[in-house]
């Protein structure tokens, strides 16, 4: 699957977010910074779904099991309208199933103040999880959306599952669902199959930037990779910039994706997609192939020239065109670029960048 027939496959999602990488504390709240990002306008709802966003990544955080698979977790959010949906998948031991099953099919039971009622027990100590206090998160996340999650389990091993949870949320008052439900199941396994660690799709305004930017630090300083790290941190700066400076603007927003994956030798991919005019399609691509067959010595040589030019022009094209020598640089000559129409008026332009471990 190419990034195009992705953005293609989420068009009607407003926001959609995958992680598939560090779970930790620390990366939960770079997650909620980022949904705080994105919903700025809408106060009542943003609270509610920050609180589900750590719930449901704490369950992944503190009860998975250790595996043999690679890739074996995954956080989403999808929102199209006024309905979001968080989808969850986690190993679990299949020992536990049949009790997690239970619990989550008791709360289709209980009215909302009977999930009331045993959340206010849960907090005296009358638990009904033997981990930590899975029964209470399952019981607030009823209670915070007004719906039960809906759940299934697929076979690892013959000791492990995979644990699917999703959970929908209306901006309706009465919590009623006008958009269907989105989860994540369609695009596991590309997710899995291309080692992708991280994925969004949605507006990319400087605020959204910098808060996905910030959750990438905290994963590189938690993870494992070597010093190539600074490099891929500037190399997303200008992905990024380059694709916010230079996205067409729908309805006040600047729509893209965004995704970082491995290679088979672990090194760093990074992918960037976002509409531009056709207008302006054409002069780029002739300004791409004009790059194309550059030696290191003439890629600085051009970088100078344009970055001289840059200093005393304020047009935004000058600019976007120092970005573009910027990640040739960073990349040493490693990147792609494809085009594909749309319509009339737009296209869809994509980067892929790869930085070497």
Do not use: W
Request: with cysteine; proline share 1%.
């Amino acid at each position: 699957m190419k990034l195009f027939d992705l953005y293609k496959g989420l068009q009607d999602d407003d926001f959609c977010f995958a992680y598939l990488d560090h779970f930790s504390d620390s990366s939960t709240d770079a997650i909620i910074a980022l949904q705080d990002a994105r919903l700025a306008d809408k106060r009542k709802v943003r609270k509610k779904i920050s609180f589900l966003v750590t719930e449901c990544f704490q369950n992944i955080v503190r009860h998975s099991e250790d595996s043999d698979q690679k890739f074996d977790k995954l956080f989403g959010l999808r929102s199209c309208g006024s309905t979001h949906t968080i989808s969850t998948i986690n190993p679990i031991i299949k020992a536990k199933q049949a009790k997690l099953q239970e619990s989550i099919e008791h709360l289709k039971e209980l009215s909302p103040e009977d999930l009331k009622a045993i959340y206010l027990g849960s907090l005296t100590g009358n638990d009904f999880s033997n981990k930590g206090g899975a029964g209470l998160g399952l019981i607030e996340m009823a209670r915070k959306s007004k719906r039960v999650p809906t759940y299934h389990f697929k076979d690892i091993d013959d000791s492990l599952s995979a644990f699917t949870l999703n959970l929908a949320l209306s901006e309706n008052k009465d919590g009623s669902i006008d958009e269907e439900t989105r989860s994540m199941d369609q695009f596991y396994d590309y997710f899995k199959t291309e080692r992708v660690l991280m994925m969004q799709k949605g507006d990319f305004s400087q605020e959204i930037v910098l808060s996905l930017f910030e959750l990438i630090e905290n994963n590189l300083k938690n993870g494992s990779k070597n010093a190539s790290d600074t490099k891929a941190l500037y190399l997303i700066i200008e992905l990024l910039q380059n694709m916010s400076a230079n996205s067409i603007e729908i309805d006040g927003k600047k729509n893209g994706i965004f995704q970082i994956q491995l290679d088979e030798e672990d090194n760093f991919i990074f992918q960037t997609g976002n509409c531009i005019k056709n207008e302006n399609a054409a002069e780029l691509e002739e300004y791409m192939s004009s790059l194309e067959n550059l030696n290191k010595i003439d890629l600085i040589k051009k970088y100078n020239s344009e970055l001289r030019k840059g200093l005393s022009n304020e047009d935004s094209e000058q600019r976007g065109g120092i970005g573009l020598l910027e990640i040739l640089k960073l990349t040493e000559g490693r990147l792609k670029f494809e085009m594909n129409p749309i319509n009339d008026e737009i296209c869809f332009v994509s980067f892929q960048a790869l930085i070497k471990n």
